[in-house]
Each structure stands twice: as structure tokens, then as C-alpha cells.
């Protein structure tokens, strides 16, 4: 109680760590709330950040234009359009209300929110997407890198390091000489002359081949930026002006054609006249100059547009955010991509002073080190190209669809945004196909100077050269040490030794290895005990019940209209309940052998229960007569349900097929055979029963069951030649039982024959009603309100629907 009191003034709890931990403890604790968190951090990073940035860049006082603030505060990224007008001085020209209107006040306020924040996203996308490939960056960092590379070259390209160097590579000669490697012996000597030539050379100016105007990163930019041009339809081979038409091109397709569809309805560049006008009224920076522009242009829509600001425009505004958030994915992935290239191959070009300095004299894995410098500054241009290239396909791809859609911009801006994500996904499988061919090259020259018959690897094309391991363009040491400990470790817990030593614990290096013993050791105490184990075992002989229920499901089910069939269901049933089986059993047992239709499984099984369940309540001598008259009272229920659209036609046939189960079950109980008058046709023992039969009644078949038991008659058979006859009542009575049973069964099957006759349904319940009658009767029940089947009504007319309603019924039948 005294911690309880105390928890709440406890300041480590309530320090912001602490609490911060807690909170995300608590959005993280389940599945839906991890779910719920993501959702809205990703809505929060599409629209409401955006918005906010917006906000933040329109805060400022004064008479300011919707985006003016942002366009300031973008002006050096110097992004134009084919037009000549930066990107920074675009704006959303609408109304901004008033006191009379207020709701375009509202409205105005969302939409400058909006276009602020997308202006960002869209300019800042695309001047990446230029600096990058313009490479003005590089110029920031190559006077610091060529000093570091002259600094560490004057530290290390000593004389006595090259000294060294070249006396360890001439050990290297002689010892293969001494072994008879003579080919490996002239490839040695080949690799230090070169390396000897070239060194002087590149360590004169280590990094000039990578940062200089003339340099492999800059050509290869070049030759790409000059395909992607040519793509493009511009043939000039100025890059810095290929970047800028690049730049134009995308500012158009994604900036100033969807900026106008989000303004004004549709394209206005489509006319001379209003191209002009919005264009001057963008460069000058004033909004009602453009109203004015659009006004006197002749655009009449545009200019209805512009003056009723609408909840259409909010809405297109968020689509443009996604697109344009989506563009700026695709504009960092490139940038990325491209700069990373470069700076792998300046830092390749720095460790390649050590190859020349000394390591490349030594043979062995510093003259591969060498080699992967080398061939990473090659590959650079070539990675470069590729980019650039990629990027060329990609705007021409987007300005054709642009440009075919014409005023369907956002229906292209939507199919944009999909093709800017496969671009993502695809230049990252570009950027790792580079990476492998980078891998083979580097493998092969390395292969090749290692000597091509000295080792395994040299004579296999998928070798690795000594030294190149997993070292390849990830940049990250080789593993196999760490896999070769791991290995090591598993051998020694999995030996049998071990677990002797270790007090015989199955891999005793394993957590929880002494328990999963003991765990062990009681499971086979258990079924190492006489009788449990093994095929006679007590375990075994507990589930030998199943193939029994098995059998009788198959049979039954094939001799009653088939496998995975409604009257297969029902009879399998039966059949299981035959030989002891419960519902459950008989769910598995279909399944085995082959009904597929869960639902016709799952009707059969639930309707037995409810004829089951509700046979309890109908007090009959002859259990096997009250399924009868609980399924013919189900079967009713559930036909008119079916009418009143409150059952399935599943239900239905299941209630009509366990029906007919229940009357072939209630029949197998009677017995059959009885001869009456001896054989005689139409006798008096016959004529009695089938009067009876005609109109059954209580008083007939108690004075019938009277003069079998040797008690004088005091009904119909006083005054009769059955008075005194025992014998000829038992046989009346037992022709009695058998026949209606007869026509229960023969009744239900011609119902199932063809279920939308309504006839056929009151004739079966006519028979099943004469049956308890003389149940009840024989047995002495009386009759109430609940346990007597009602019998049908004579002339009863025929209900509306009933043969549409369960003509379904009869085709799931049959």
C-alpha cells in the first residue's frame, strides 16, 4: 500500500526518458496498435507534414501572395520551366474571401496550406534530381580531397617503402620459381613492372583521374547525360545545358501542368494567349496580375475557377501531395545513388595509394586490393552512365504521357506516381546488378594475375581470387571466420562426447538443454510401459475406431446418392451413428472420404443434432418414429423459413436428406413379412387392416392389442370372428406396424423425389401422423398440445412461392 501511495511521486518515473519509453511501450503493445501507429505516422509524413511546412514558410506578415514567403525561401534553387519561369515564383491564384465570404476565406486558407507544402516537396525533388547529376557538389569537396590525397602520397610513396615492397614481390618470384610455377612467376614479374610504371604516374596526382573536369566520373556523366538527352529530342552536347532541360522538363510535367489543373480545371498552356499571360504573371511575382491574365485571355473556366475556390481543389491538392512526395522518393534514391557512386570511387581512388606505394609489388591479396581500386574508378563512369541513362528513359516516359494526355493530367499524375515507385524499385535492382558485374571483374583481372594454373579457382570461371572474399562492393569483411566458429561450436555441442561429459544432456550448448532431458526420459518411461506402445498398444487400439467409422461413412454415402452429395451427408450420418459414432466423428470421417463442401458437412451434421434434440420432447413408444416426426416437423419449419427468405436451400435439402434417413431407420425397426388369412387374398384379416390403414383410430387398435393379449374385446372387434382369435390380432397388429411404416418411408421418398410439390409433403405427414396414432395408442400416452404432429388439413390450398422458393432445393438434391 505504502508503494502504491508512493509511485506517483517517484521523479525517475515521471522523468522524460522514462516517460517516453512508457508512451512507446504502450502504442507498441499489440498488433492493432503497431498497425494503427504506422497508419497514422504515414498519413501524418504524406498530408500533415507538408501542410506544416507550408504553414511555416507562408507565416509572415504583410501583403503577401498565396506561396510568396516559400518562393523566397526556395529562390536559390534556380529551378525553371521550358518557359523561362522559376519554379520558386509559382503561386495558387484564387479568391481569398472576405467578410461576405467567408467560406472562401476557409477554403483559400487550405488550399495556400496545400500548395505550400507541395511546392516544397516538388522544387526540392527536382533540383535534387539536377544537382546531382550536375556534380556541383563534387566541386565543394575536391580541393579538400586532393590535398588529403597529396598529404597521405607524401607519407607513404617513400623509397624505402618501395624498396621493401619490391623485395617481398621478388621473394614471391624466386619461390615460385623454386616450385616450378614458371607461368605464375612471369605473371609476378608483369604485375611489378606495371605497377612500377603506373605508380609514378597516378601518385603524381592520385585523384586527378576522378575529380578532374576530364575524369571518369565526369565522362561518364557526360555520355550518359548525352544519351538521356538524345532520348529526349535534344541533340546538344553541353551537359550543364542538358541538366537544365532535364530540370525543364520535369518542373513542366510535374509542377506547371499540374499546378494549372489544380487551379484552373485544365492545361491554359493549350492557348497562346493565356501561356503568355500566366507566365508573366508568375515571373513577376503577383497574383493579380495572373487573375488579371487569365481574366483577359479569354479562358472563361479558368477564370470561374479562380474566383470560387472549392472542396474539389482541397481534395486534388492532396493527391498532388502524394504524387509529389512520391517524386521526391524517386529524386533522393537517384541523388543517393549517384553520390555514393562518386564517393566510393574517390575513396577507392585514396586506397588505391597504398596499392601503388607498396602493395601492389606483394603478391597475394594487396595486389587484388589493387585491382578492386582500379576497376571501382572504371565502373564509376560506367555507373554514372547508367544513372544517368536511367533517369533520361524515365522523363522521356513521363513527358510522352504528358504530353498524349493533354488536359488529363491528374489521371497521368496518378499513373506517374505508380511508374516513379517501380523506377525506385528497379534502380535499386540496377544498382545491384552493378554491384555484381563490378564483383566479376574485379574477380577475373584478380584471377589472372594470381596465375591461370596455380590454383582451383583459376581453373573454374566462378572462382575468387585470393583475397577477394565477401569483400566485394558492399564494403563489409568477410564472415567466414565467424561462420567457421559458429560451425565449430555446434560440432562440439552435437557430439556424443559432449553429452557424456556434460552428464549426458542432448546438446548440452543448447538453453534449456538439461530440461528438454528430463522432459525426454519422462515420455519414454511412459511409452516404454507394457501395453502402450507399439501397434497392439493401448494407444494404438484407441484410435482403431476411426477406419470403422470410415467404412460405414463410404459405403453409406456411395449407395445413397454419392460422395460430397446432400443425400451422401445424410446417409453417412446414419451410417456412423450405426456403428457408435457421435456427430464430431462423423465430420471427420466425410472428410476422409472426400467430401470437400465444408457447408454440406456442416448442414448435414447441424440439422441431426436439431432432430436429435428435439426428438426428446415427443413422447412415443418407437424412438425411431419420433426422428420421423421431429424431421418432417424441421423439414416444415425450414421450408417455410426458406419462403420468407430467412434459410438457405442448403438447410433445406440437409433437413429433406436426414428426413429420409430418419424414415429408412424407422422402417428398419418394424418388422416386415407378415402373411395375413394365410394368404388369401383380401381376407378378413386383410380388409380389417386395410380399413385400418384408411382411417386409423384409437379405439381399432386398443381393441386389436386387447384380443392379442386374451382380454374380450369392448370395441370394434366385439361381435367379430376376430373376438376370440389371438393369434389372427398379433398378425393385424404386426401387418399394421410394418405397412405404415411402408408408407412413412415410401411418402418421404417421393417427397425427395421432387421437393416443390407441396402435395407430396401433406401426404408424408398424413402417413407419420397415422403412425403416432397408433403409437400413441399402443403405448398409452396422451395426447397434448406439444407431443402430437399436427396432421395436414383436407383441400388445404397451396401456399404462394413454394415451388420457386425450393426449386433451388431439389437441384442441391439431386
Given at each position: 500500500?505504502?508503494?502504491?501511495?508512493a509511485?506517483?511521486?517517484?521523479?525517475?518515473?515521471?522523468?522524460?526518458?522514462?516517460?517516453?519509453?512508457?508512451?512507446?511501450?504502450r502504442l507498441?503493445?499489440?498488433?492493432?496498435?503497431?498497425?494503427?501507429?504506422?497508419?497514422?505516422?504515414?498519413?501524418?509524413?504524406?498530408?500533415?507534414?507538408?501542410i506544416?511546412l507550408?504553414?511555416?514558410?507562408?507565416?509572415?506578415?504583410?501583403?503577401?501572395?498565396?506561396?510568396?514567403?516559400?518562393?523566397?525561401?526556395?529562390?536559390?534553387?534556380h529551378?525553371k520551366?521550358?518557359?523561362?519561369?522559376e519554379?520558386s515564383?509559382?503561386?495558387?491564384?484564387?479568391?481569398?474571401?472576405?467578410?461576405?465570404?467567408?467560406?472562401?476565406?476557409?477554403v483559400?486558407?487550405?488550399?495556400?496550406?496545400?500548395?505550400?507544402?507541395?511546392?516544397?516537396?516538388?522544387?526540392?525533388?527536382?533540383?535534387?534530381?539536377?544537382?546531382?547529376?550536375?556534380?556541383?557538389?563534387?566541386?565543394?569537396?575536391?580541393?579538400p580531397?586532393?590535398?588529403?590525397?597529396?598529404?597521405?602520397?607524401?607519407?607513404?610513396?617513400?623509397?624505402?617503402?618501395?624498396?621493401?615492397?619490391?623485395?617481398?614481390?621478388?621473394?614471391?618470384?624466386?619461390?615460385?620459381?623454386?616450385r616450378?610455377?614458371?607461368?605464375?612467376?612471369?605473371?609476378q614479374?608483369?604485375?611489378?613492372?606495371?605497377?612500377?610504371?603506373?605508380?609514378?604516374i597516378?601518385l603524381?596526382?592520385?585523384?586527378?583521374?576522378?575529380?578532374?573536369?576530364?575524369?571518369?566520373?565526369?565522362?561518364?556523366?557526360?555520355?550518359?547525360?548525352?544519351?538521356?538527352?538524345?532520348?529526349?529530342?535534344?541533340?546538344?552536347?553541353?551537359?550543364?545545358?542538358?541538366?537544365?532541360?532535364?530540370?525543364?522538363?520535369?518542373?513542366?510535367?510535374?509542377?506547371?501542368?499540374?499546378?494549372?489543373?489544380?487551379?484552373?480545371?485544365?492545361?491554359?498552356?493549350?492557348?497562346?494567349?493565356?501561356?503568355?499571360?500566366?507566365?508573366?504573371?508568375?515571373?513577376?511575382?503577383?497574383?493579380?496580375?495572373?487573375?488579371?491574365?487569365?481574366?483577359?485571355c479569354?479562358?472563361?473556366?479558368?477564370?470561374e475557377?479562380?474566383?470560387?475556390?472549392?472542396?474539389?481543389?482541397?481534395?486534388?491538392?492532396?493527391?498532388?501531395?502524394?504524387a509529389?512526395?512520391?517524386?521526391?522518393?524517386f529524386?533522393?534514391?537517384?541523388?543517393?545513388?549517384?553520390?555514393?557512386?562518386?564517393?566510393?570511387?574517390?575513396?577507392?581512388?585514396?586506397?588505391?595509394?597504398?596499392?601503388?606505394?607498396?602493395?601492389?609489388f606483394?603478391?597475394?591479396?594487396?595486389?587484388?586490393?589493387?585491382?578492386?581500386?582500379?576497376?571501382?574508378?572504371?565502373?564509376?563512369?560506367?555507373?554514372m552512365?547508367?544513372?544517368?541513362?536511367?533517369?533520361?528513359?524515365?522523363?522521356?516516359?513521363?513527358?510522352?504521357?504528358?504530353?498524349?494526355?493533354?488536359?488529363?493530367?491528374?489521371?497521368?499524375?496518378?499513373i506517374?506516381?505508380?511508374?516513379?515507385?517501380?523506377a525506385?524499385?528497379?534502380?535499386?535492382?540496377?544498382?545491384?546488378?552493378?554491384?555484381?558485374?563490378?564483383?566479376?571483374?574485379?574477380?577475373?583481372?584478380?584471377?589472372?594475375?594470381?596465375?591461370?594454373?596455380?590454383?582451383?579457382?583459376?581453373?573454374?570461371?566462378?572462382?575468387?581470387?585470393?583475397?577477394?572474399?565477401?569483400?566485394g562492393?558492399?564494403?563489409?569483411?568477410?564472415k567466414?571466420?565467424?561462420?567457421?566458429?559458429?560451425?565449430?561450436?555446434?560440432?562440439?555441442?552435437?557430439?556424443?562426447?559432449?553429452?557424456?561429459?556434460?552428464?549426458?544432456?542432448?546438446?548440452?550448448l543448447?538453453?534449456?538443454?538439461?530440461?528438454e532431458?528430463?522432459?525426454?526420459l519422462?515420455?519414454?518411461?511412459?511409452?516404454?510401459?507394457?501395453?502402450?506402445?507399439?501397434?497392439?498398444?493401448?494407444?494404438?487400439?484407441?484410435?482403431?475406431?476411426?477406419?470403422?467409422?470410415?467404412?460405414?461413412?463410404?459405403?453409406?454415402?456411395e449407395?445413397?446418392?454419392?460422395?460430397?452429395?446432400v443425400?451422401?451427408?445424410?446417409?453417412?450420418?446414419?451410417?456412423?451413428?450405426?456403428?457408435?459414432?457421435?456427430?464430431?466423428?462423423?465430420?471427420v470421417?466425410?472428410?476422409?472420404?472426400?467430401?470437400?463442401?465444408?457447408?454440406?458437412?456442416?448442414?448435414?451434421?447441424?440439422?441431426?443434432?436439431?432432430?436429435?434434440?428435439?426428438?426428446?420432447?415427443?413422447?412415443?413408444?418407437?424412438?425411431?418414429?419420433?426422428?420421423?416426426?421431429?424431421?418432417?416437423?424441421?423439414?416444415?419449419?425450414s421450408?417455410?423459413?426458406?419462403i420468407?427468405?430467412?434459410?438457405?436451400?442448403?438447410?433445406?435439402?440437409?433437413?429433406?436428406?436426414?428426413?429420409?434417413?430418419?424414415?429408412?431407420?424407422?422402417?428398419?425397426?418394424?418388422?416386415?413379412?407378415?402373411?395375413?388369412?394365410?394368404?388369401?387374398?383380401n381376407?378378413?384379416?386383410e380388409?380389417?387392416?386395410?380399413?385400418?390403414?384408411?382411417?386409423?383410430?384409437?379405439?381399432?387398435?386398443?381393441?386389436?392389442?386387447?384380443?392379442?393379449?386374451?382380454?374380450?374385446?369392448?370395441?370394434?372387434?366385439l361381435?367379430?370372428?376376430?373376438?376370440?382369435?389371438?393369434?389372427?390380432a398379433?398378425?393385424?397388429?404386426?401387418?399394421?406396424?410394418?405397412?405404415?411404416?411402408?408408407?412413412?418411408?415410401?411418402?418421404?421418398?417421393?417427397?425427395?423425389?421432387?421437393?416443390?410439390?407441396?402435395?407430396?409433403?401433406?401426404?408424408?405427414?398424413?402417413?407419420?401422423?397415422?403412425?403416432?396414432?397408433?403409437?400413441?395408442?399402443?403405448?398409452?400416452?396422451?395426447?397434448?398440445?406439444?407431443?402430437?404432429?399436427?396432421?395436414?388439413?383436407?383441400?388445404?390450398?397451396?401456399?404462394?412461392?413454394w415451388?420457386?422458393?425450393?426449386?433451388?432445393?431439389?437441384?442441391?438434391?439431386?
Open positions: 500500500m505504502n508503494n502504491w501511495k509511485e506517483p511521486c517517484d521523479q525517475v518515473l515521471w522523468q522524460m526518458p522514462a516517460m517516453l519509453r512508457r508512451f512507446r511501450d507498441l503493445a499489440s498488433r492493432p496498435r503497431r498497425w494503427a501507429t504506422r497508419i497514422l505516422l504515414g498519413l501524418f509524413l504524406l498530408f500533415v507534414c507538408p506544416l507550408g504553414a511555416v514558410a507562408s507565416a509572415e506578415t504583410g501583403t503577401r501572395t498565396t506561396g510568396s514567403s516559400v518562393g523566397s525561401a526556395l529562390g536559390w534553387t529551378v520551366d521550358s518557359s523561362g519561369v519554379l515564383s509559382y503561386m495558387f491564384a484564387t479568391d481569398h474571401g472576405s467578410v461576405l465570404h467567408p467560406g472562401n476565406a476557409a483559400s486558407l487550405v488550399l495556400g496550406l496545400e500548395f505550400a507544402g507541395w511546392k516544397i516537396l516538388v522544387t526540392t525533388a527536382i533540383w535534387l534530381i539536377g544537382y546531382a547529376l550536375s556534380f556541383q557538389w563534387l566541386n565543394i569537396v575536391s580541393k580531397l586532393e590535398g588529403v590525397a597529396h598529404s597521405l602520397t607524401g607519407q607513404i610513396a617513400t623509397p624505402i617503402m618501395l624498396v621493401t615492397a619490391a623485395t617481398i614481390g621478388a621473394f614471391f618470384v624466386a619461390w615460385f620459381v623454386t616450378g610455377f614458371y607461368a605464375k612467376a612471369t605473371m614479374v608483369v604485375t611489378m613492372v606495371g605497377v612500377a610504371i603506373l605508380g609514378p597516378f603524381a596526382e592520385p585523384l586527378a583521374d576522378v575529380l578532374s573536369s576530364d575524369g571518369l566520373l565526369a565522362e561518364g556523366r557526360d555520355l550518359g547525360i548525352s544519351v538521356a538527352a538524345g532520348l529526349n529530342g535534344n541533340g546538344t552536347a553541353d551537359p550543364s545545358h542538358s541538366v537544365a532541360t532535364m530540370q525543364a522538363t520535369l518542373t513542366d510535367n510535374f509542377a506547371r501542368r499540374p499546378l494549372q489543373v489544380w487551379n484552373y480545371g485544365h492545361v491554359v498552356d493549350e492557348q497562346p494567349a493565356c501561356k503568355s499571360a500566366w507566365s508573366a504573371g508568375m515571373s513577376a511575382g503577383n497574383e493579380d496580375r495572373v487573375k488579371n491574365g487569365i481574366s483577359s479569354g479562358d472563361r473556366v479558368a477564370k475557377s479562380v474566383d470560387n475556390p472549392n472542396f474539389e481543389q482541397i481534395a486534388t491538392g492532396l493527391l498532388l501531395l502524394l509529389g512526395t512520391v517524386l521526391l522518393a529524386g533522393a534514391v537517384l541523388a543517393i545513388k549517384v553520390v555514393r557512386a562518386a564517393l566510393d570511387t574517390i575513396y577507392h581512388g585514396l586506397m588505391s595509394i597504398f596499392g601503388f606505394a607498396a602493395g601492389g606483394v603478391y597475394g591479396p594487396t595486389q587484388t586490393f589493387l585491382v578492386r581500386n582500379m576497376v571501382d574508378g572504371v565502373i564509376a563512369a560506367a555507373r552512365t547508367a544513372f544517368t541513362i536511367f533517369l533520361g528513359v524515365y522523363v522521356l516516359i513521363l513527358g510522352d504521357l504528358f504530353r498524349l494526355a493533354g488536359d488529363q493530367v491528374m489521371v497521368v499524375f496518378v506517374g506516381a505508380i511508374v516513379m515507385i517501380i525506385i524499385l528497379q534502380l535499386k535492382k540496377l544498382s545491384k546488378s552493378l554491384d555484381k558485374g563490378n564483383e566479376w571483374v574485379a574477380n577475373r583481372f584478380a584471377l589472372a594475375i594470381q596465375g591461370s594454373g596455380g590454383g582451383r579457382a583459376s581453373g573454374s570461371g566462378g572462382g575468387t581470387a585470393l583475397g577477394m572474399g565477401t569483400m562492393a558492399g564494403h563489409s569483411m568477410s567466414m571466420p565467424m561462420l567457421a566458429a559458429l560451425g565449430a561450436v555446434s560440432t562440439i555441442s552435437n557430439s556424443p562426447a559432449t553429452e557424456w561429459l556434460w552428464g549426458r544432456t542432448r546438446s548440452p543448447r538453453p534449456f538443454s538439461r530440461m532431458r528430463q522432459s525426454q519422462a515420455q519414454w518411461g511412459f511409452w516404454s510401459s507394457r501395453g502402450v506402445g507399439g501397434p497392439r498398444g493401448y494407444y494404438a487400439q484407441s484410435y482403431l475406431h476411426r477406419p470403422l467409422f470410415e467404412m460405414a461413412a463410404r459405403e453409406a454415402a449407395a445413397n446418392g454419392g460422395i460430397n452429395t443425400r451422401g451427408a445424410a446417409a453417412a450420418m446414419q451410417a456412423v451413428a450405426d456403428v457408435g459414432g457421435k456427430s464430431t466423428d462423423a465430420w470421417a466425410m472428410d476422409v472420404v472426400g467430401f470437400r463442401d465444408e457447408r454440406i458437412r456442416y448442414n448435414a451434421i447441424r440439422s441431426w443434432e436439431i432432430v436429435d434434440g428435439n426428438t426428446k420432447d415427443w413422447t412415443l413408444a418407437n424412438t425411431h418414429l419420433g426422428h420421423v416426426v421431429a424431421g418432417v416437423q424441421r423439414v416444415q419449419d421450408s417455410l423459413r426458406l420468407a427468405g430467412n434459410s438457405a436451400p442448403g438447410e433445406v435439402a440437409a433437413d429433406l436428406a436426414n428426413l429420409q434417413a430418419a424414415a429408412f431407420r424407422y422402417r428398419r425397426s418394424v418388422p416386415a413379412g407378415v402373411t395375413l388369412d394365410g394368404g388369401v387374398a381376407g378378413p384379416e380388409q380389417f387392416v386395410s380399413a385400418y390403414l384408411a382411417a386409423p383410430t384409437s379405439e381399432a387398435i386398443l381393441d386389436l392389442q386387447r384380443v392379442a393379449s386374451g382380454v374380450a374385446p369392448t370395441g370394434p372387434l361381435g367379430t370372428v376376430f373376438e376370440n382369435d389371438h393369434l389372427a398379433r398378425r393385424m397388429m404386426g401387418a399394421i406396424g410394418s405397412r405404415q411404416a411402408d408408407l412413412v418411408l415410401n411418402s418421404v421418398n417421393d417427397v425427395l423425389a421432387n421437393p416443390t410439390d407441396q402435395q407430396l409433403l401433406r401426404v408424408a405427414r398424413g402417413h407419420i401422423s397415422d403412425a403416432t396414432i397408433t403409437d400413441q395408442a399402443l403405448s398409452g400416452a396422451k395426447r397434448t398440445s406439444t407431443n402430437t404432429p399436427t396432421p395436414p388439413a383436407q383441400n388445404s390450398p397451396q401456399r404462394p412461392g415451388a420457386r422458393a425450393l426449386d433451388p432445393v431439389g437441384q442441391a438434391l439431386n
